[in-house]
């Protein structure tokens, strides 16, 4: 019997993660969810979609921060009750439909749900850097702060709220180089691996 596909994407910043994480669930023809996450979170946990936005996969290890936050009054700081509604909202999702999720530590959120397909999709330096500029249309001057910024914010959510680390070949079942073989070329073997994975191929 075929399981549900259900593919977790992870992605450097300026690897056209979303655009491939997009193509594939249409190809598949499943549910494709990135900031569409955040609005069912916020819609199910009663937070505001605003504050998920503000700290969308932005983590903090600072004790200053987490005691402001809880008004020293004993709740748990917002961050972790937003990534927490998220972790929720994603292990909902994956029992109701097959589907695509992009970033916000869905692996680990699914790490005891079968025949999830965990993908990182990264680049060199000067693909993504072409990406943000000519695509996403940051200023040459700034574009490659932004992208190590952005990135090593990614990473830090990441490997605050997991027990792995992002961006790393042991934390995921495949990882592939959009820059070397192309986007269309990403998107197949995606579709390809989840197909496999589920049992479907």
Known sequence: MSERIIITLGRQFGSGGREIGKRVAKELGIAFYDKELLTRAAKESGISEELFQSNDEKPTNSLLYSLAMSNFSGEMPLNHRIFLAQFDVIKKIAKEESCVIVGRCADYAL?????????????????????????????????????????????????????????????????????????????????????IRAGRK
């Not at 700034?142 to 992208?147: D, E, H, L, M």
């Not at 959510?157 to 070329?185: H, P, Q």
């Open 111 to 195: 790490r005891d749900y079968r025949n999830v397909a965990n993908v990182f999709v990264h680049a060199d330096m000067e693909y993504r850097l072409d990406r943000a500029i000519n695509l996403y249309g940051l200023p040459e001057k700034s574009a490659r702060g932004i992208i190590l910024r952005t990135d090593k914010q990614r990473a830090n959510y990441y490997n605050f709220y997991t027990n792995k680390k992002w961006g790393s070949v042991d934390s995921y079942d495949f990882a592939i180089d959009s820059g070397s073989v192309g986007v269309d070329n990403t998107v197949a073997l995606i579709k390809d691996f989840a197909l």
